[in-house]
C-alpha cells in the first residue's frame, strides 16, 4: 500500500519537524542560546534550519524545560507566523500564555485525550520527569505510528499499549537530568518492538550527551532498525 510520506527533521536535542500532506508540526525547538545564558551550557551545533524554512502550523511541547519550551525561540516563531497555534501539557500551557499568545490560540494538552492536528492524530503518553507535567507523544497519520518519549526516566509504567509496535520510536538516551540511559532505552525498545528506533536528547550540550553507536548497535543486533541521525538532514517513513 502507498501510502504519503511523513517527512521528519531532527532539530537536534528531544526537537522535531514533521510533516505530512502540507502540514508542518514543530516539537521542542531549541532555538535560541538561553540555557548558556542562564546555566553556562553552550550550544554544540547552531538551530540547523533557517526559521523561514520552518513554515510551522502548530508548535507542540512536551514541557517546560528551557531546552525544550525556548522562551526567546518561540516568540520568534511568533512573529515570523502569526497564524500558528501552540499546544503542550498544564506547565507548557500556562507559559504560552505568559509569552502573551492569545488563549484561543493554545491548546491544553491533556492526558487520556487525542488531539487532531492537521494530518496528524497526537496522543500524550506517560513520562517521568523534574516537570510533573511531562509527556511523551503517539503520532499517527497515514497508518503510520511515530512514538516520541519526551523526556523520561525509564519505568514499566511507561510501556502503555499505544507505544506498541510502532513504525518509529524517538527515544532519549542521555542518561542524565531524569532521562534514560542507552541501556533503559534498549529495555525500552525490546518492550515495545517499535521497526525502527533512533536516539535523541544528545549531541546539543556537553554537559548532556551519550553516544549514540552503542545504542545504535544493540538495536541492530535485535532486528530493529536504528542509526544516527544528523540534525537538519530529512528522513521519510
Known sequence: MNHTPINIIWLGQGGFLLECNNFR???DPYISDCIQKL?????????PLPLADLKVDLLLTTHDH???F???????????????????PERSFDH?????????MVIEITPGKEYIFGSFKVTPIPA??????ACGYCIE??????V??????????LLVPIIKNADLLLICINGKLNNMDSNEALRYVQKSTPQTALPMHIGLFAENTADPQPFVTACQAINVKSFAMTPGKEFTI
Do not use: V, W
Open 25 to 27: 508540526l514543530l516539537i
Open 39 to 47: 546555566e553556562g551550557f553552550r550550544r554544540l551545533h547552531p538551530f
Open 66 to 68: 528551557l531546552d525544550h
Open 70 to 88: 525556548d522562551p526567546e525561540g518561540i516568540p520568534l516563531i511568533r512573529a515570523m507566523y502569526p497564524e500558528c497555534r501552540y499546544a503542550g
Open 96 to 104: 504560552f500564555l505568559q509569552l502573551g499568545i492569545p488563549e484561543d
Open 128 to 133: 517521568l520527569h523534574s516537570d510533573p507535567t
Open 141 to 146: 497519520a497515514e497508518n503510520r505510528k511515530i
Open 148 to 157: 516520541l518519549t519526551g523526556d523520561t526516566r525509564y519505568d514499566e509504567s
